[in-house]
C-alpha cells in the first residue's frame, strides 16, 4: 500500500507505473522550484475551490437520443471511450482500496483574497449548467470557472482583478513586421527586479534566466499591447530558475524564425521532449471567446497555430525525442495529432487519460455518460528509429501495443493543465537536466523548460500567488 506524500514535497500523492494521483496547483508552483527559499517561504499558487461531487447529469433522457448522440461517433471512438471507461473506473477502485490520504491538497483560493477577487454571474446552460455545446466535458468544468456544486460557486466565476491581458496580437504591426530573429534578453539584469518599458521589449524574444536556483522578477511598465488597449499599470511576473520564453502568437509568416531562436537560447538546440496543448477548436470557447482557438483565430489552415508549427518543430526535436500532445474528444483533433506524429517520423508509444475527480474521489461527470466527459487525454509519441535499434526490435508483439496510464486529479481555474514534469520524470525517466524541454501553447513556466505561447506568462503574474506575508481576508 503505498503512503500518501506530504504536499509541500512533491505535487504527486500517490504513484504507481500506471496510476498516479497528481495536486494539480502543486504542480504548477512545484515547477517554480525556488531552491534558495524553504518550503514555508515559497509563494502559494491561488486556485479555485475544489469540486466537493459529481456535477449533475445532462445525459439523454431516451435511448432515442442517447442513439442519436453515439450516432455522431466512429465504433473506433466508441471504442476507444469504453477502453478509457474501464481505466477510469478500475484505477478510482485501486486508489480508494491502496490509498488513505485526501485527494487533493489545501487550497488557497483566489475568492479568499477580497482585493483579488472577482466573483461574477455566469449565463446558464440547461438544467442550470454551463453549457459548453461541444459535449466533450472539456470546456468550464474545472473547478473556478462552473463549481455548480452544493453551494460551493453555483453560478459564479472565479477570477483575478486587474490581471494583465498579454495574449500576442496576432494581426499587431509588431507581429507582422518581424523579419530574422530577436537577440535574447538574459535575465537577472542589474537589480533585484528587471524592469522593462513596453510589452514590445519581449514580444517575440527570448527571455532566459540564467539563474541556475534563484526566480527572478520581471517588471513590465507598459502592459498595453497595441493602441486600442489602453495602459495599464505596471505588473510583476515571476520567472523560473534556468527556463527560456518566448511571449508569441504562433502565426505563420514569423513562427519559424521564433521558434529557431528559442532553440538556439538552449545548449544544446534540439528537444528531447515536446508537450503541445494546441487551441483545438472548441464551440464553447469560441462562443465566450476565453481563449484563442483555431477557429476564432482563423479560418485559412495556414494561419491555423498548431498546422504552422508542425513542420518547423520537425528539425528541433532530438533524434530520439519524443511529443506529448492533449486531445479534445474530437475525432477530427486526433486524426490530426496523429498526422502531425506520423509527419514527424513518430508513433504513439502511450495514452496517459487524465480523470477529472472530485475532493472525494468520484469523477465530475458520469463515467458511462456520452454527452459530456469527464477526463482528457495525452498522446505520447517517440521516433520510430528509436524502436528499431538493438534488442528492442525482437520484444513481444503485445508489448508493442500502446500503453494506457491513468492520472487522477481534482481540476482548478478554467485553462489550467497539470503540469506534468515531476510525471514525466517519474513514468518516462526524463531526469531534469539532462531532458531539454519546449512548451507550446503554454500558459505558465517550468524551472529549465522553454515555452512559447500568447499566454505563456499567464499563470506567472504576481497577482496570481500569495506570499507569506499576505494572508486571506476573513
Known sequence: MASPLPPLHSPILYTSPS??????????????????????????????????????STEPKSEKARARVLATLSPEAQARDEEYRVLIKDGLARLKRDYDGPFCAERVCVEDFGRRGRKRKRKRGRKGMADDGDGDGGGRMEGGESTALKGEGRGEQVGVRNEPQLKAIASSSFALELEGSLSPLVLPLDSEVDTISSIDDIYNRPVTNASLTTSATLKINDI????QHSSAAAANFSIPPRSTFCLYHLESKSAASVLTSLAEATASRRFDLVVLDPPWPNRSVRRRQAYSTSENTSTDEANDPFSTIVPILAPLLAPNGRVAVWLTHRETVRAQALAALESWG???????????ITSRGELVYDVEGTWRKGWEVLLVGRKRAARE?????????????????????????????????????????????DCM????FARSLVEGWCSIGDEVLKFQWEGW?????????E
Open 224 to 227: 498595453s499591447t497595441s493602441p
Open 19 to 56: 496510476l498516479l494521483l497528481l495536486d494539480l496547483p502543486l504542480s504548477i508552483s512545484h515547477a517554480q522550484q525556488n531552491h534558495h527559499l524553504p518550503p514555508q517561504k515559497k509563494p502559494t499558487f491561488l486556485s479555485s475551490p475544489p469540486l466537493t461531487a459529481p456535477f449533475p
Open 346 to 356: 513518430m508513433e504513439v508509444v502511450e495514452e496517459w487519460v487524465w480523470a477529472k
Open 465 to 473: 500567488w500569495m506570499h507569506e506575508q499576505e494572508q486571506p481576508h
Open 437 to 440: 524541454t519546449l512548451e507550446v
Open 389 to 433: 535499434k538493438g534488442a528492442e526490435i525482437s520484444r513481444p508483439a503485445e508489448e508493442e501495443k500502446v500503453k494506457r496510464r491513468l492520472i487522477c486529479a481534482v481540476p482548478d481555474v478554467h485553462s489550467r493543465k497539470p503540469c506534468l514534469k515531476k510525471v514525466f520524470e517519474e513514468w518516462l525517466e526524463l531526469a531534469d537536466g
